[in-house]
Every structure is written in C-alpha cells, then in structure tokens.
Antibody, heavy 118, light 110 residues
Framework: EVQLVESGGGLVQPGGSLRLSCAAS????????MHWVRQGPGKGLVWVSR????????TYADSVRGRFIISRDNAKNTLYLQMNSLRAEDTAVYYC???????????WGKGTTVTVSS | QSALTQPASVSGSPGQSITISCTGT?????????VSWYQHHPGKAPKFMIY???KRPSGVSNHFSGSKSGNTASLTISGLQPEDEADYYC??????????FGGGTKLTVL
C-alpha cells in the first residue's frame, strides 16, 4: 500500500525550531518529487515547499523562505521539514504529499499538527 | 504567490450538478495545464480527484470532471451524492517550481 506518514509535530514557542518527518512506503520514494503543504486553523491548504527526487533542487513559498528547509534521505525513504524561527502564523496541520508530474499531491499523509504559542 | 480564487461555498440537492470555479492568472492556471483538484474531509488526508486539468485518477468516480478556459479552471460534480459533501480545493503549477492553491470551497449537499 502506498503510504505517507508524518510525525514530529507539537507545541513550540515563538522563535523556536521543529523538524517534521514524513515516512514513505509502498513506492520507490527516490523516483518522486515531494511537497509539504499546510492548513492553518479554519483556513485553506497552502503550498509550503518542494524538493526534487535527488534532493538537489528545492523551492519554497515566500512566507517560509529563509526559515524552513526541506530535505530528504532516499536511503531511509523519509522527507523532512526543518522549521526555524517559528511564528504564531506557522500554526497549522502540515501534510507531506507526492508530486505527479507537476500535479501536487496524488498521495497525501494524514498530517501532523504544529502549534506555535507561548 | 496569491491564492487562486474559489467561491467560499456552493450547494446542491442530491442528483443535481454543481460547478466550482478556480480563477487565477496567466502565470498559473492560464499558463499551464497542471491544474488539480482535491476533496478534503476535515481531519482526513486530501483526496486527489482531478489532475492535468481534466484527467481522473483511477478509482475516482466519473461524476467528477474538470475543465479550463483561459485563466479559470472548473470542477463539475454531476449527480450529487450526500458523500460528496466536503471542502474542495484547486491547485495550479505557477512556474519556477512553485504551486498555488485556491482558498477552498465548501460543498453542501442539501
């Protein structure tokens, strides 16, 4: 079964850091671009970041560029999102999703919740 | 990276058809045929419903269809069913390896 499982969410103070993980199974992880998408409380889905299949190319939404770092370990079939300098507005459910030829998200995880609050 | 414009809500009765619009610009929706649609029930993973503007992944009912004209993409659900009630989001490739979502549309089946 093709599956993505996020972990690493939690409560963090403003200015703090957190690293999210997304474990992939059921497909050849190293063949696919991957994305992070978030949904704030009562808000819509927002694209956060993308990484290509070998990890050599990354892109970010303006709102997180310079603070978040996307990476992957193809040997461990795992995608990461290092989140630094966290702000209250980063509070959201964070989803990882698999890319399908420039169509974001043919497979999604169930999400992990990040709360930024003092 | 401005969000695509979707109506906040639409509604219809069982058996009716509804259409959800998704308006962007020539830099996203109008510039690429990489528009996708997702069905999202709160607390669950979004479900991939349409890709490449009008293609359906295997397992998605053919009462869902997609189209595009200029800078506006549309999702049509024909023969509404109670289980279609959900939030729906469009997403478009926006060039330079960036993507943009619509604000989401809440579908109510009356």
């Amino acid at each position: 079964e093709v599956q993505l499982v996020e972990s690493g969410g939690g409560l963090v103070q403003p200015g703090g850091s957190l690293r999210l993980s997304c474990a992939a199974s059921g497909f050849t992880f190293s063949d696919y671009w991957m994305h992070w998408v978030r949904q704030g409380p009562g808000k819509g889905l927002v694209w956060v970041s993308r990484i290509n299949s070998d990890g050599g190319s990354t892109t970010y939404a303006d709102s997180v560029r310079g603070r978040f770092i996307i990476s992957r370990d193809n040997a461990k079939n795992t995608l990461y999102l290092q989140m630094n300098s966290l702000r209250a507005e980063d509070t959201a459910v964070y989803y990882c999703a698999r890319d399908r030829n420039y169509n974001l998200g043919d497979v999604w995880g169930k999400g992990t919740t990040v709360t930024v609050s003092s | 990276q401005s969000a695509l414009t979707q109506p906040a809500s639409v509604s219809g009765s069982p058996g009716q058809s509804i259409t959800i619009s998704c308006t962007g610009t020539s830099s996203d929706v109008g510039g690429y045929n990489y528009v996708s649609w997702y069905q999202h029930h709160p607390g669950k993973a979004p479900k991939f419903m349409i890709y490449d503007v009008s293609k359906r992944p295997s397992g998605v009912s053919n009462h869902f269809s997609g189209s595009k004209s200029g800078n506006t993409a549309s999702l049509t659900i024909s023969g509404l069913q109670p289980e279609d009630e959900a939030d729906y989001y469009c997403c478009s490739y926006a060039g330079s390896n960036t993507w943009v979502f619509g604000g989401g549309t809440k579908l109510t089946v009356l």
